[in-house]
């Protein structure tokens, strides 16, 4: 009957982030246009409420002393993610084409256009706060995170908001709120993190009761649900012909996670428990990465997914399970 609960509960938290996530697309829209801002930077702000079943767990995991929980978490959600989101951007692209939609011109030869902010303000910030964070704390003198690592990180963040805000500004545009549209935004906001936090919540439940490894069940079963309101988030603004803010939301979330994310667990301390483990997961959040920069980069068109780069995301995530349950669990051992 606990089982059955939480998982009914699971159910009803990914409903109302799909629901919170529906009220967002709109108000980015506007937003933009009333700041000058570009799509990339409208994903950063987007991030901090799509982020937040990472932040949540985290903190959660930190407080509680579960924090390889959180650490598995942080890692396996910046995987699986990728894929995944790309993924969801480029059907709903296809499925629900707009005259908005920078890929429209491109239906034809079914690419998911970007803007080439998707690159210099998402994709290469991203990489080099993972090669950070892999200088932190992997080389064994100060392996494993320390409070000092939570700092530094949290500093990162701010210069990358920063720069997102800053670079490729667009004229400002007159914008005409309504009330209802506001107290919807912000209602969609507080449901979107609360159902997110519910989710992560009914995960762990359901990995106490399943007696699953605090790691493994961050890795596969949090990780893989708390990316459930992006996903819905994604679809939704890609709907509206906001493109590359749906596409690079993703990379905006990931940042999010691999810094203010990764806050909570410093500051508890965590060592390194399993390195080869740790490295291997680190090595594909940081494979991915530099492959959805490299596909943006020296896509034809340029700045564009076509549908073998998104499969091929997919395949570098089979990959990596494949490596973790022959290679790292060695499960047939």
Same mark, same amino acid.
């Given at each position: 009957?606990?089982? !059955? ?7 009803? *938290? ?10 967002? *697309? ?71 084409? @707009? ?12 690419? #998911? ?18 090669? !950070?964070?892999?200088? !932190? ?16 990180? !949290?500093? =990162? ?36 993190? *609360?159902?997110?936090?519910?989710? =992560? @919540? ?19 079963? @949090? ?22 803010? *749906? ?34 997961? #680190?090595?594909?959040?940081? @494979? ?18 076509? #549908? ?26």
């Amino acid at each position: 009957m606990r089982l !059955l609960f939480w998982v009914l509960m699971l159910l009803a *938290a990914v409903w109302a982030a799909h629901w919170g996530a529906n009220q967002l *697309a709109s108000p980015l829209q506007k937003l933009r246009q009333q700041w000058g801002l570009n799509e990339a930077a409208g994903a950063a702000f987007v991030a901090l409420a799509t982020a937040s079943p990472e932040i949540g767990t985290n903190t959660a995991s930190a407080v509680q002393g579960l924090s390889e929980i959180g650490l598995g978490n942080l890692l396996g959600s910046n995987i699986i993610s990728v894929p995944v989101i790309v993924g969801v951007a480029y059907v709903a692209s296809r499925t629900h084409p @707009t005259d908005q939609s920078p890929s429209k011109q491109f239906s034809k030869q079914k690419v #998911l256009q970007l803007k080439s902010e998707a690159l210099t303000v998402q994709a290469i910030p991203y990489l080099g706060i993972c090669l !950070l964070a892999t200088l !932190l704390l992997l080389p064994k003198p100060w392996r494993g995170l320390q409070p000092i690592d939570g700092w530094i990180m !949290l500093l =990162v963040y701010v210069v990358y908001l920063g720069q997102a805000i800053l670079r490729k500004r667009q004229q400002r545009q007159p914008v005409r709120w309504q009330r209802q549209e506001l107290i919807a935004a912000i209602l969609g906001v507080v449901v979107l993190a *609360a159902g997110a936090y519910l989710t =992560v @919540t009914a995960t762990e439940k359901i990995v106490g009761i399943l007696k699953i490894s605090q790691v493994l069940g961050g890795l596969f079963i @949090t990780s893989t649900l708390s990316i459930a309101p992006e996903v819905f988030a994604t679809w939704s603004i890609a709907k509206s012909g906001q493109i590359t803010a *749906a596409t690079t939301g993703v990379i905006a979330d990931n940042s999010v996670t691999m810094t203010l994310a990764l806050f909570p667990l410093a500051m508890v301390s965590l060592p390194i428990k399993d390195l080869q483990l740790f490295t291997v997961n #680190l090595v594909f959040v940081i @494979t991915l990465g530099a492959f959805y920069a490299g596909f943006i980069q020296w896509g034809k068109p340029s700045y564009s997914f076509e #549908l073998k780069e998104v499969v091929a995301l997919i395949l570098i995530y089979i990959v990596y399970l494949v490596v973790m349950l022959f290679g790292v669990l060695r499960i047939l051992g």
